[in-house]
């Protein structure tokens, strides 16, 4: 059923080798290899006897579960394609991803069955709808919806689409990434050589299942390895901190906001985290106070950069490099090439510079779903583009300076959001913080700056102005400051700063109009 380096296969392999260790630690309830390899196989068997395979998708909206493991692993065996969908939608939102995903089948687990109801009748469908079928033993491992076909024409291989993920559209409508079984393979290969996971880990899994990390930064590595994947479906520092302790998690993979929450908990000066071996960072750059919290407790955060286009995996900077290169994301992991490209002229940029980090490589993917066109856009002669502005010093190590979209040009000069962040965040009350540029009469565009305090802090812009003023120079300094209860985010946790860019470019108007 399965060929060279399918998913599917690495479950089965496992649960023959290690039958009787965890696989997955649900809330408590525990999954060992054989049982969870068993579930999965006679779901790819029952998928299979109604003619579902290759070409085909199951849609699914879940909190991190066992049983969404196994819905995975069976989609992954039968060669249907695997598409999480983020359950922080609103019903309009995710019946348009539903439209564009045109999945055989919708699985939902029980929490979220009234929100996919909600969205399914708020489709104008092409034809009839797909079924709609409950995670779990009752539900489509039990039995799989009848659509009337033969059976699945053939086996899966290492290029049918294993995982079919969203992208946060954090600037404009999410795309859909189509990430292969080789690709998978290639990914968590990567990962094994620079990060490896071992069978006697604990691996922590915090991200919601529809990120790509959730999947392809250590929870398939461990399952490959043998290891056992804790799965916390909301993130609760409290709890968070209890399970490290508790469950004895060595490894575990966060953004920097969660990071910093754990950090911040009151229970924090007393956790345990001394099990922890491997802390993988990524999604952004973390601030220096986050890594000092972590550090004083024994913890050095390893950095990461990735994107879901590329696997994600991309960039890595081990523990015992952070010291040496503050702010830096790494260098590229195995079987990752990556060069950096002058934005202006497309010319490849040799020794230290500053340019577009592009990527090739094995992992990356197969292009977007039904959209050759954005496909197209994406790479530049076999380079993936990321749309990120890197820093590449003379010891080869990259730093993300911003997303190129995002820089604005203030009286002639270049301006780096991050920057002007990273500077914002050093004020003891700002817990977080996003600059956009707006149009400017006399400097171009000016930067306006949405700060969110920590929790329980009285801060003031004019404050806040001030602290800027003393780290930053003039042309960098926010036009205004705006205080915010929180920043808008997507579901991977990045800043939507297209909503920003509208909101800044009202309050600007506004203050023109009242001058005027």
Not at 182 to 188: A, I, P, S
Not at 374 to 379: E, G, L
Request: glycine share 8%; hydrophobic share 45%; proline share 6%.
């Amino acid at each position: 059923m399965t060929a060279a380096h399918t998913v599917g296969r690495w479950l089965i392999d496992r649960a023959a080798r290690s039958p009787e260790r965890i696989a997955v630690d649900d809330r408590g309830l525990t999954v060992d290899y054989r049982t969870l390899a068993d579930r999965a196989a006679a779901l790819a068997s029952r998928l299979r006897e109604a003619g579902y395979g290759p070409g085909d998708r199951v849609a699914t909206v879940s909190a991190s579960s066992a049983d969404h493991v196994v819905l995975f692993f069976g989609c992954a065996l039968a060669g249907v394609a695997f598409v999480p969908l983020s359950w922080r939608l609103t019903s309009t939102e995710l019946a348009a991803l539903l439209v564009r995903t045109r999945p055989a089948i919708v699985a939902a687990d029980d929490e979220h069955s009234t929100l996919v109801a909600e969205a399914m009748t708020a489709t104008a469908w092409d034809g009839a709808p797909p079924p709609v079928a409950m995670l779990g033993s009752a539900g489509i491992e039990a039995r799989v919806p009848d659509v009337g076909r033969d059976a699945a024409p053939r086996a899966v291989r290492d290029d049918d689409a294993l995982l079919i993920v969203y992208t946060s559209g954090s600037e404009a409508e999410p795309k859909a990434a189509v990430l292969t079984h080789e690709g998978c393979f290639w990914n968590n290969l990567a990962l094994a050589g620079a990060l490896p996971v071992h069978e006697d880990d604990v691996v922590l899994a915090m991200l919601p299942q529809f990120h790509v990390a959730a999947w392809n930064v250590q929870p398939l590595l461990a399952w490959w390895r043998g290891a056992t994947v804790v799965l916390e479906s909301t993130f609760q520092p409290s709890r968070v901190l209890r399970l490290i302790a508790e469950r004895g998690v060595t490894c575990m993979m966060g953004v920097p906001t969660q990071y910093r929450l754990l950090a911040d908990d009151p229970g924090w000066a007393d956790a345990d985290v001394s099990s922890l071996r491997l802390a993988v960072v990524g999604g952004a750059t973390a601030d220096p106070e986050v890594l000092a919290a972590w550090a004083e407790r024994g913890v050095t955060l390893s950095a990461g950069y990735g994107l879901t286009e590329a696997g994600p995996n991309v960039l890595c900077l081990p523990a015992g490099e952070a010291d040496l290169h503050p702010g830096a994301v790494g260098r590229p992991y195995p079987h990752v090439e990556v060069r950096l490209v002058d934005p202006g002229t497309g010319i490849a940029l040799e020794g230290a510079a500053t340019g577009e980090l592009q990527v090739r490589g094995p992992s990356v993917f197969a292009g977007y779903l039904d959209d050759p066109d954005a496909t197209a856009r994406a790479f530049d002669c076999g380079w993936l583009r990321t749309g990120d502005l890197a820093a590449r010093d003379a010891a080869g190590v990259y730093r993300v300076v911003d997303r190129l979209k995002d820089i604005y040009i203030s009286g002639g000069e270049n301006v780096a959001p991050a920057e002007v962040e990273r500077a914002l965040e050093r004020h003891p009350l700002v817990g977080a913080a996003a600059v956009v540029g707006v149009p400017d009469p006399v400097w171009g565009e000016r930067g306006v700056a949405f700060v969110e305090p920590r929790a329980g802090a009285l801060v003031s812009a004019d404050e806040l102005l001030a602290h800027a003023r003393t780290r930053l120079a003039g042309f960098k300094v926010p036009v205004r400051i705006v205080l915010v209860d929180e920043l808008p985010r997507t579901g991977s946790q990045k800043v939507r700063r297209v909503v920003l860019r509208d909101r800044a470019a009202r309050i600007v108007e506004e203050v023109s109009r009242e001058r005027g």
